[in-house]
């Protein structure tokens, strides 16, 4: 199995802010790499895909970039209904695996 | 719009199997991969397995003795039975869409609300 490791587990931060978090791969996943984000007793929901695509109805605030083992979401400007818990999934091969999630908190 | 809505008992015993139904609505079943995933509560996101409209399906090899997806075309359905349950199967399930039609190595693009499984005797 491909492990999919997210980096911060959790993280503090204001209105504003700017926010990156990182996933890495156990091998090389080219752009197989797709970002959600999760509230509070909700389905995830589908930020970005393909490492750096953006998902229609998603703010341009957000966005991915990397390919092979390494990844990143960017938040360019934090917003108080951003924060929630965010995921990682890799897509290229099964059984498609998940980061262990990044928390997003207000400081 | 796209819609899943999963249904099935909350509470199962253990040994017992776990049986859940997702229904589709506004769009067709056809053309399309479909996942279900799981989150035990407090913990993070499993994927189980997948079916296609045709029939083929692949399941995550940590469940695979144990899981079985299968859907009705007829009913705009797919299904999850996974057999001999324990209390760590206690989790949200969610049913979800691939996206794009025709491609399983996507991400989901809808999902359910998901359905709260816990066992317990």
């Known amino acids: 199995d491909i492990q999919v490791t997210q980096s911060p587990s959790s993280l503090s931060a204001s209105v504003g802010d700017r926010v990156t978090i990182t996933c890495r791969a156990s091998?090389?996943?080219?752009?197989?790499l797709n970002w959600y984000q999760q509230k509070s007793g909700k389905a995830p929901k589908l930020l970005i895909y393909?490492?750096?695509g953006l998902q229609s109805g998603v703010p341009s605030r957000f966005s991915g970039s990397g390919s092979g083992t390494d990844s990143t979401l960017t938040i360019s400007s934090l917003q108080p209904e951003d924060f929630a818990t965010y995921y990682c999934?890799?897509?290229?091969?099964?059984?498609?695996?998940f980061g262990q999630g990044t928390k997003l908190e207000i400081k | 719009q796209v819609q899943l809505q999963e249904s099935g008992p909350g509470l199962v015993k253990p040994s017992e199997t776990l049986s859940l139904t997702c229904t589709v609505s506004g769009g067709s079943i056809s053309s399309y991969y479909w996942s279900w995933i799981r989150q035990p509560p407090g913990k993070g996101l499993e994927w189980i397995g997948y079916i296609y409209y045709s029939g083929n399906t692949n399941y995550n090899p940590s469940l695979k003795s144990r899981v079985t997806i299968s859907l009705d075309t007829s009913k705009n359905q797919f299904s999850l039975k996974l057999t001999s349950v324990t209390a760590a199967d206690t989790a949200a399930y969610f049913c979800a869409r691939h996206k794009g039609a025709g491609h399983n190595l996507t991400p989901y693009d809808y999902w359910g609300q998901g359905t709260l499984v816990t066992v317990s005797s």
């Open positions: 393909g490492a750096s």
């Open positions: 091998q090389s996943i080219s752009s197989y």
């Open positions: 999934q890799q897509s290229y091969s099964s059984p498609y695996t």
